[in-house]
């Protein structure tokens, strides 16, 4: 690649509706912010299916589907990378996954972690521009069982699904309250039947002799009580093959990874997301851009490439999708004959709990890369808010933050980052990644 080349990421965007881009000069600043780029990315958390599909009974938290009439509304905004592997890919069944495929297709945009088998969902989409070629990989770490996709074989078709990296979890606790596990285990039956389900072949041991599975859960003595998540190790390999195959075939690659899965706190990355994210670069990745939690993560550079373990919310209108099924309304304990809307007002309290009341879900940052001649040069972040006191109709949409918030967003951001050593400058209303 030679010449300069420009690429905008945003977070999630869950939209149900119209944005209004258009209504004040704050906004219009983020439509030109998204438009000056060769590629401008945001990961498409919700299903724009028309409501076609079966709803499934294990969603992503809320069925989040919409009118296909959203993906116009975000390319009108610039975008043209799509990632869509996320925890809401099956929320109406394969039926809603391959109507969301059939209009993703039919719009003609350029969107990646789904497909109608392994294979499909595994691999990069590409974008061609004057100024470069891009290539898309689209992963998800959050998920029910049986939504990833599974591979074809030459007698059976593959399952339609989502790409998906899964993850082992061990939890270390005392030797103590193992063997407290393993005689409540004995004493209530679970573990005879276990055993049952072994000797019929139905089953298999950990292959860690050390683990005691509890139920789906897998415990182990140690001396030190904690919580141990690692990548599974065939899915790495599988995603880093592709990643190799987009190094080959464009100039800038990027991996989108949808995680939920937390450290210590929700701001903190889950130990095996920095492993994923350094290992695709080390294979060829540019960059790696991080969602799912709804709230900003801190940025690593790790050897000179950018990772950003989560961008939040970008469109947050989880409380103005249009229907709902039946499981929403006895999930959440609301009269099946009363409306949609109750629906959210009832799920946050009138606001006083959930996503609503936290000014963390409603900030985030847009950051602008630039690379010149293959080289990456800047990182510019663009702080923007979803306005979190506006009315729930109006809240959600993005806006360009300004004076103390601004600052105030950066600010949070750059405490965050700097675990990773990474040093964020702020000048007024705008901030940069220091590189190198």
Same mark, same amino acid.
């Given at each position: ?317 989880? #409380?103005?999708?249009?229907? /709902? %099924? *039946? =499981? ?5 304990? !609301?009269? $099946?004959?009363? +409306? ?9 309290? #009138?606001?006083?709990?959930? /996503? %609503? *009341? =936290? ?5 985030? !940052?847009? $950051?602008?890369? +630039? ?26 949409? $993005? ?38």
């Amino acid at each position: 690649m030679s010449g300069t080349a420009t690429l905008i990421l945003t977070g999630d965007s869950m939209i149900t509706r119209g944005i209004a881009m258009n209504e004040n000069d704050d906004a219009r600043a983020l439509a030109a912010h998204i438009g000056s780029g060769d590629a401008a990315l945001t990961n498409l958390e919700v299903l724009p299916n028309d409501f076609k599909g079966y709803p499934a009974q294990e969603c992503g938290g809320t069925h989040m589907a919409a009118s296909s009439s959203v993906v116009d509304t975000l390319t009108g905004l610039g975008f043209n990378l799509f990632p869509a592997a996320t925890n809401h890919a099956l929320d109406y069944s394969i039926e809603g996954l391959l109507a969301t495929i059939d209009v993703l297709n039919e719009k003609g945009v350029v969107w990646a972690g789904l497909g109608r088998n392994m294979a499909e969902a595994r691999m990069p989409a590409y974008l061609d521009t004057d100024r470069a070629s891009f290539a898309l990989i689209s992963v998800c770490s959050s998920f029910a069982k049986g939504q990833q996709a599974s591979e074809q074989r030459p007698d059976m078709p593959g399952r339609p699904g989502l790409n998906p990296l899964r993850v082992s979890t061990t939890y270390d606790i005392s030797a103590e309250h193992l063997e407290a596990l393993r005689e409540i285990a004995e004493a209530i039956g679970i573990e005879q039947r276990r055993r049952e389900i072994i000797a019929l072949g139905f089953g298999h041991p950990p292959a860690d002799e050390s683990i005691f599975p509890f139920f789906d859960l897998s415990f182990r003595a140690a001396e030190t009580a904690g919580v141990q998540v690692t990548p599974n190790a065939g899915d790495m390999d599988a995603i880093a093959q592709w990643v190799r195959e987009a190094r080959g075939r464009s100039d800038i690659v990027v991996v989108s990874l949808h995680a939920h899965e937390q450290g210590e706190t929700k701001e903190d990355p889950s130990d095996f997301i920095p492993v994923f994210a350094r290992r695709m670069i080390d294979e060829g990745a540019d960059v790696i851009v991080g969602h799912g939690p709804h709230l900003l993560r801190g940025i690593e550079v790790y050897n000179g490439k950018p990772i950003f373990y989560s961008l939040g919310n970008f469109i947050a209108q989880n #409380d103005l999708v249009h229907k /709902f %099924p *039946s =499981d929403a309304y006895e999930r959440f304990r !609301v009269d $099946p004959t009363t +409306t949609p809307g109750e629906i959210a007002r009832t799920r946050s309290d #009138d606001g006083k709990r959930g /996503f %609503p *009341s =936290d000014v963390r879900y409603w900030e985030t !940052v847009s $950051p602008r890369l +630039t690379w010149q001649d293959g080289t990456l040069t800047s990182i510019e972040l663009a702080p923007v808010t979803l306005h979190q006191t506006d009315p729930v109709y109006r809240r959600g949409r $993005p806006r360009l933050a300004r004076h103390d918030e601004a600052r105030s967003i950066l600010t949070r951001l750059a405490d965050l980052s700097a675990p990773f050593g990474t040093t964020i400058e702020i000048d007024g209303e705008m901030g940069r990644v220091k590189l190198g």
